[in-house]
């Protein structure tokens, strides 16, 4: 494993962010896969994934938000409350859900009251709920506030030519990450789901150029790696997940998650963006279009047969359908998920938990170990 992307992926201010600060270049975060990070880039500033990994506690996240809602944001809070952020230049909030948007006006509030929890520029990016030729409308002209505003604020200047060239680059990751995904689901995958987890993480996290060069010399040393077999093979889905502890207590139950459906997974990176016309425009509709999140109404039918062909492309065994608390959207989507799969004979698991310092991992890892012996147990009667 690349000990580069398990790096950036279990610290905050990482050695890349530490150095691009050391050269004066601005870091902004975001906090939804909904921001094209081709804008930033092409202006010469970082994007950067915020993240609620690491919160010891949530004590000024609750403060704000109060307990009753999902924890991932109030984590984020938490650390920016504690100056964890304090390398961000700029902050863009995304409505992903309900509990994403009240981090904007929560964290404008600890800002006033925390001295430095808040960075200087702070954006509020709305994006429509709905995908139809209107909704693409709005997110382009959204998209356009959103540049507008980061010009002035940072003085710079993005122009057609470099979101060509910052398309090209991050269209180029895409391939490559098209690549990583057949050997994670490959009949015996040279590296186990947490690894993978940590791959994909690192992607927000460090220059994309860097990025690039670190995945292309992964994908070269896995394909010469030997293949991990006689696991269960899973499939995770639902709620965000970038915590790599989550996926090893998972694969420690003689798993292997060899694929998922989540918005820090194949969510993120699944489908090009058209390198030809007006570049804005096609970040717009790409950007809105790719993330098959139960945030969009009405596209219940599509989103599950993507979870049909991923589990028969990977030869998924079991599917493990996990929400954070208070996360009504894929937990009532779980829930359909579970009665049309398991009809299928596709045996799901369901599972409520906490992000961050609240997991109850004994609780989980006796579930997850049950289901676990549930498929192996289905394996031996068919055998
Ligand atoms: S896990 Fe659910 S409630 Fe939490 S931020 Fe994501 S979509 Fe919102």
Known sequence: MNDVFMHAATTLENDFVKKWKSEGKCVVGYTCSYVPDEILHSAGILPYRIRGYGAGDTAIGDTYFGPFICSLPRCMLQL????????????????????MRRLDECWRKAGKDIPGSMPKFHFHYGVPHKYADYTVK???????????????????????GKLRYSIKLYNESRKLL??????????????????????????????????????????????????????VRVMLVGSAND??????????????????????GTRLYEDMVEESGDPVFNLAKRYLAHNECPRRYGDYRRRLEILRQKTARAKVDGIILQNIRFCDLHGAENGLFERDLEKEGIPC???????????EKGRLKMRVDAFIERIRQKRREIA
């Open 349 to 359: 698991m369901r599972i409520e938990r906490e992000y961050g310092p609240l997991v």
């Open 138 to 160: 709005w997110f382009f002209d959204e998209t356009h506030r959103f540049i507008s505003e980061m010009e002035k604020h940072f003085s710079v200047k993005v122009d057609d």
């Open 178 to 231: 098209e690549e990583f995904e057949k050997l994670r689901s490959a009949d015996e995958p040279p590296f186990s789901g947490s690894e993978a987890l940590a791959v994909i993480i690192a992607g927000g996290a460090m220059p994309r150029e860097e990025y690039n060069r670190c995945l292309k010399e992964f994908i070269d040393n896995a394909r010469k790696s030997k293949g991990i077999a006689d696991r």
């Open 80 to 99: 920016a409350g504690e100056g964890k952020f304090a390398f961000l230049d700029g902050a863009i909030i995304t409505p992903g859900c309900d509990s």
């Open 243 to 264: 915590d790599v502890e989550l996926v090893r207590l998972i694969e420690g139950s003689n798993a292997l998650v060899v694929a998922d459906n989540l918005c820090f």
